[in-house]
């Protein structure tokens, strides 16, 4: 199947675009660390159609892109348990989980 | 409008859609279950490429593993019917400036750059390709980000189980 006639390079990076914005609103609006979270991983994900589809398109003979998106989706799964944990004990100490009632380091 | 076209038009305005709404939804749960949908349809964006495994890869662990780690936190930390409070004006007007400024930035700026799209033939993507390339020390070997990601787990796995036990 060949892409490149039906779809344009540029159709995948205004996608990838789009969601990355959306993720970084995503964050400065919500409060709830959770959805932050969420939020990130919406930006990683933007991320990761822009590696593929220039791998696609720009250099089909290779797999640089690829590799490039299974190492940034390991790091966001090791994010995701490390930041989970983290919440479960914020929420253990604090009974919260917004950002703006979390402002102590040591209790 | 041929097939892939359609396909792909489908796929993006779901992921558009789904992501703006998982993060403008006030239920937390119904949130996460709608990045749920965008990583799927981001999975198909990926299997339209030809990455049949990077598309399994993405269901397996974004679908499979992180959406269901986060309801899963999101069930202890709190109730399923609290609603997130409304966004303060003074956090929606500058996040969503930043958003528009941003989308057009880069949009203005990816619209005025060329792309050449290559004429090499692809090369075809197999598991023995992909394996022997992961593991590969020759020019196009990964084998030392290979190395470095499982250290990373191995790390990431301790440092949360530190971080989470009972004191």
Redesign the interface.
């Known amino acids: 199947?060949n892409?490149?006639s039906?779809?344009p390079?540029?159709?995948m990076?205004?996608?990838s675009?789009?969601?990355?914005?959306?993720?970084?609103?995503?964050v400065?609006?919500?409060?709830?660390l959770?959805?932050m979270?969420?939020?990130i991983?919406?930006m990683l994900?933007a991320v990761?159609?822009n590696f593929?589809?220039f791998?696609?398109?720009?250099?089909?003979?290779?797999?640089e892109g690829?590799?490039f998106?299974?190492?940034v989706?390991?790091?966001?799964?090791?994010?995701?348990?490390?930041a989970?944990?983290?919440?479960?004990?914020i929420?253990r100490k604090f009974s919260t989980?917004?950002v703006d009632d979390v402002d102590e380091l040591k209790y | 409008m041929t097939g892939p076209k359609i396909i792909f038009f489908v796929l993006a305005a779901a992921i558009v859609v789904f992501s703006i709404l998982s993060i403008v939804n006030r239920k937390i749960l119904r949130a996460a279950i709608y990045l749920l949908f965008v990583m799927v349809a981001v999975a198909g964006l990926f299997y339209m490429m030809n990455f049949q495994f990077l598309a399994g890869v993405q269901l397996i662990l974004y679908a499979g593993g992180v959406v269901v780690l986060i309801i899963f936190s999101i069930l202890l930390t709190s109730q399923i019917n609290s609603k997130l409070e409304k966004p303060r004006t003074s956090h929606l007007i500058p996040g969503v400036i930043t958003a528009v400024g941003g989308i057009v930035l880069s949009a203005v700026t990816l619209l005025q750059f060329t792309f050449k799209p290559s004429q090499s033939a692809s090369v075809e993507i197999n598991m023995q390709t992909i394996g022997l390339q992961l593991l590969g020390t020759s020019e196009h070997g990964y084998a030392l980000p290979f190395e470095v990601i499982s250290i990373l787990l191995l790390a990431a796995l301790v440092g949360t189980i530190f971080i989470a036990r009972k004191t």
């Open positions: 199947m892409l490149q039906e779809i390079l540029e159709y990076t205004i996608l675009t789009l969601v990355f914005f959306i993720g970084l609103t995503g400065l609006i919500r409060k709830n959770i959805t979270l969420m939020s991983e919406l994900n990761n159609i593929v589809a791998n696609h398109y720009l250099y089909p003979n290779r797999l690829h590799f998106a299974l190492i989706m390991a790091i966001a799964a090791a994010e995701a348990a490390i989970i944990a983290l919440i479960i004990n929420y989980v917004s």
